[in-house]
């Protein structure tokens, strides 16, 4: 299981359910590559014994050497991407600059993108995109983000067309989790 966004709040929720659906392998990816320990993670117990079988890597996966590093150390054994990464970077439309679009982009989008290309010939068993409400319904200040998860949901699109799974999730906020939260806390 490769999840993108490993070591954020919905990263750590969707390994530890990856776990406690018996998942032997977990490999949480993340841009920041920040430390975390096994007992952070509190991974459930699944069919009896923790699941250890996991693994944490540094890399911005919207970038083509960090996606073939990842790619060439695990995606042989990848059956399922759980692509998860994004970041928000809010202001009104005419506010908005090509330095933003690329930050909100980068990894929802374009890492998405690169995902496909190196799995298009795995058998993966499952493709799953998190993506926003703010796709179908916008967003005041978010239109890069809204725009970026279009994408996603239009990747999943292609992806079912071409006899591959694929489904993105346009999510609303999270309770207690994620980055609408972390941006109502900043908003304090």
């Known amino acids: 299981q490769l999840v993108t966004g490993g070591l954020g709040a919905l990263g750590k929720i969707t390994g530890r359910w990856l776990a406690s659906l018996g998942a032997s392998s977990i490999l949480l990816v993340s841009r920041s590559g920040g430390l975390c320990t096994q007992d952070a993670l509190a991974w459930p117990q699944a069919n009896g014994a923790v699941s250890r079988a996991y693994v944490m890597a540094q ?39 090509a330095q933003t679009l690329r930050r909100v982009f980068a990894p929802k989008s374009h890492a998405a993108v690169l995902l496909q290309h190196l799995t298009s010939t795995l058998d993966v068993q499952a493709c799953v995109m998190f993506s926003s409400v703010a796709a179908l319904l916008g967003t005041a200040g978010q239109s890069n983000y809204a725009a970026a998860n279009v994408c996603l949901d239009t990747l999943a699109s292609c992806r079912s067309a071409y006899g591959q799974p694929g489904v993105s999730l346009q999510w609303g906020p999270w309770a207690q989790a994620g980055m609408a939260t972390d941006a109502a806390i900043r908003t304090r």
């Open 59 to 97: 890399g911005d996966l919207s970038q083509v050497h960090d996606t073939r590093r990842v790619a060439l150390s695990t995606l042989s054994r990848v059956n399922s991407v759980w692509h998860l990464a994004g970041v928000l970077s809010d202001s009104l439309l005419g506010d908005q600059s």
